[in-house]
């Protein structure tokens, strides 16, 4: 057998997990359906789907990209993965309890954030050799931010102390990218188109990324009324996760595919 039948058979398989995951989480469980006024409800939907089709692209893309961009792509698409499959999950809570899937989403932020910050170690090293130590600040800077945050949000600590924990664990990762060894290394190293999404991911992390600690401003610093407060919330996490999931990706995407001319 030829390697095109191989690589066409990873592909249609790597689809087919995609569609039963998919199909598999349709149907709310306790037969309570997604209620067309559920404004809510119909987020998670839609983002779950997004997500999902964002997966299917970055594993069907790497094909295209060069030798050392693919483990980006990989990358991007774990994250969806990962990400569709909880709100799935978050989807269903959302419905039968109207309650916020705090853990979950926790959960789902303790993968896919260190995934997406290891992004900034892989597309470095794809164009020149980078110590560890960046990848390991980064980790430790998004470890402290979700500590910090969880133990707030779920009523473990005190809100506003877990908070400004988890401010500084934020705003470590962004020192790192932006005066830290990373930035020394992309700008440096890194051929322009690299540089240009270097800058972008870290645009993302600053802006895309406060869109969070806004979130978790309003829903529990406030004081407004916490069921109210709670749809806020959920609406902001789950546009906030468009962003800084299936954006982020593109830019490696593009920059992957457009280094691989
Ligand atoms: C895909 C999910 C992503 C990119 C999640 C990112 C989450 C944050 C940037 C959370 C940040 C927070 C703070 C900066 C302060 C404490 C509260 C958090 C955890 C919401």
Do not use: C
Not at 46 to 51: G, K, Y
Not at 84 to 102: E, K, L, Q
Not at 149 to 159: I, L, P, S
């Amino acid at each position: 057998m030829n390697n095109n039948f191989f690589r066409i058979m990873k592909s249609k398989i790597s689809i087919a997990t995609l569609l039963l995951i998919s199909s598999k989480s349709m149907f709310a469980s306790d037969g309570k359906v997604l209620e067309s006024s559920d404004f809510v409800g119909i987020t998670f939907w839609l983002i779950s789907m997004a997500l999902v089709a964002s997966t299917a692209f970055f594993f069907l893309e790497r094909d295209r990209v060069a030798g050392k961009w693919k483990t980006s792509l990989t990358v991007s698409g774990l994250v969806t993965l990962v990400a569709s499959t909880h709100y799935f999950y978050m989807r269903d809570v959302w419905i039968t309890t109207g309650s916020t899937p705090t853990v979950y989403r926790y959960i789902d932020w303790l993968i896919t954030v260190p995934l997406l910050m290891t992004e900034f170690y892989l597309i470095l090293s794809a164009i020149t050799a980078v110590s560890s130590g960046i990848f390991w600040r980064l980790l430790i800077g998004t470890l402290v931010m979700l500590v910090g945050g969880y133990v707030g949000e779920a009523g473990y600590a005190n809100a506003w102390i877990s908070f400004i924990v988890g401010m500084l664990g934020w705003a470590f990762i962004i020192y790192e990218v932006f005066a830290g060894e990373a930035s020394k290394v992309s700008a440096s190293h890194a051929p322009e188109n690299v540089q240009k999404a270097f800058n972008t991911m870290r645009l993302i992390v600053t802006i895309g990324w406060a869109i969070y600690p806004i979130g978790y401003f309003v829903g529990y610093l406030t004081g407004s009324d916490p069921a109210s407060s709670m749809a806020t919330l959920n609406i902001i996490y789950n546009l906030a996760d468009v962003l800084n999931k299936i954006a982020f990706g593109l830019i490696i995407w593009s920059v992957a595919v457009s280094e691989s001319k």
